[in-house]
């Protein structure tokens, strides 16, 4: 299925029975004036800018399809005339190839210092493409790795995958982290100089796991035992396992903003036991969640150009974890899609020093509107939390 935009700019559905080298589509939109635009795979929510270029997105997190890529990935986009009925498509994106070993349920391959997002780079994220001369630029929100999952949490079947990424070049640390459903872990880490994918560029990366025990911990089991709630000094949200959304075939936690006051949206996530921090406060550790909203906090978040504020028990600075698009600063995360993303901040030495008796007890998450006009905007939005766990982010050289 293809998306070919009408004259008001929607996209439009188009199909066909076969598919191969080239194919006959059928649908119905209402004729542009100038330019017939469209692109594959078809999705509903794809728009164009005022200047007429195509914003889609890589995602930052993908589901695994063997010998193919994830369903949530624009690849390809084409235009002709408004008078003519052909199109001929060309690339958006880059591939990375990768040959996994039985087993495996996500890969995430990433620059852990997240200096690329300074710049005009990133390897996932938003893209707008110039349908005249289908070249993808930086447009909007950027993140600084691609991860790789197994949809329904189980293991993968051995053969190929693909992660998409935007066309990027890059020099500095590369971290790439395998994890297999027996609870074993691969993590190695690169210096490279000028490594890049170009539009329609496909990379392999030739890994021979050598799989060890995975020494972080998951936070968040989706269990009885598990512990979630949200309280603040002006009120308590609604917040509880969700009965549909499933990350990785574990229900996720499900949190509305029910509130009208200001910095009222604080969600404390405590996992089934405590934990000593000591022995992941060698700043080798991170915490690690997902996290994916429903279209209402989209459209608060366009409003206000929105924060998402992390941040965890005793830590009054906030940790350093992701740049959003244009200048918002370090204490926000990007998210314009609804689409799962990754979380990952370290646990620095010092960082580890503010837990209460040596203890990770709890992960506190914020989205805290500043004004009463904020908070009435967001009120009624829905956002999903998944993957929270304790993870190594250094490894061997490889």
């Known amino acids: 299925k293809i998306g070919v935009f009408d004259k008001n700019g929607k996209p439009q559905p188009f199909t066909t029975k076969e598919g191969g080298t080239s194919a006959t589509f059928t649908g119905t939109a209402t004729a542009p004036s100038d330019t017939w635009k469209a692109f594959y795979p078809y ?16 995602p930052e997190v993908q589901f695994a399809k063997k010998d193919g890529v994830s369903d949530n990935v624009t690849l390809l986009v ?10 001929l498509f060309t690339q958006v994106c880059g591939l990375i190839k990768i040959d996994l070993p039985e087993g495996c349920v996500s890969v995430t391959l990433e620059n852990p210092d997240n200096t690329e997002l300074d710049k005009d780079g990133g390897m996932t994220g938003n893209v707008g493409t110039k349908f005249a001369k289908t070249t993808a630029y930086s447009w909007g ?57 170009q539009r329609g560029e496909i990379l392999s990366l030739k890994v021979n ?5 995975d020494s972080g911990v998951q936070l968040y089991i989706g269990r009885d035992g598990d512990k979630f709630y949200v309280k603040t000094a002006t009120t308590s949200s609604s917040v509880q396992m969700s009965k549909d959304v499933k990350f990785m075939g574990v229900p996720a936690i499900r949190w ?31 915490i690690e969640y997902y996290v994916k909203c429903e279209d209402s906090a989209l459209d608060a978040g366009n ?16 940790p350093v974890y992701r740049r959003s698009g244009g200048n918002k600063g370090r204490l926000y995360l990007g998210i314009s899609d609804n689409q799962w993303h990754r979380i990952t901040f370290p646990l620095t030495p010092d960082y580890c020093s503010k837990f209460y008796q040596g203890q990770l007890w709890r992960v506190k998450l914020g989205i805290n509107p500043n004004s009463e006009e904020m908070a009435k905007a967001y009120k009624g939005s829905v956002f999903y939390f998944g993957g929270f766990r304790l993870v190594r982010k250094t490894g061997s050289a490889d």
């Open 43 to 58: 999705n509903e929510k794809a728009s164009l800018t005022e200047s007429g270029d195509l914003v889609s997105n890589i």
């Open 78 to 87: 084409a235009s002709c005339d408004a008078s003519k009925n052909q199109f």
């Open 256 to 286: 509305e903003l029910t509130s009208e006051a200001q910095w009222s949206g604080i969600l404390n996530v405590e996992g089934s036991k405590y934990i000593d921090i000591k022995p992941y406060s060698d700043g080798n550790y991170a």
């Open 209 to 213: 796991p050598e799989w060890t025990t």
């Open 141 to 197: 929100f950027r993140y600084s790795g691609v991860t790789l999952l197994s949809s329904d949490g189980e293991g993968l079947e051995a053969g190929t995958y693909y992660m998409a990424v935007r066309p990027f070049k890059y020099t500095g640390k590369l971290l790439l982290t395998m994890r297999h459903k027996d609870g074993k872990v691969y993590i190695a880490e690169r210096n490279v100089t000028d490594f890049s994918v």
């Open 303 to 318: 409003k206000y150009d929105e924060l998402f504020w992390n941040m965890i028990e005793n830590d009054k600075y906030y």
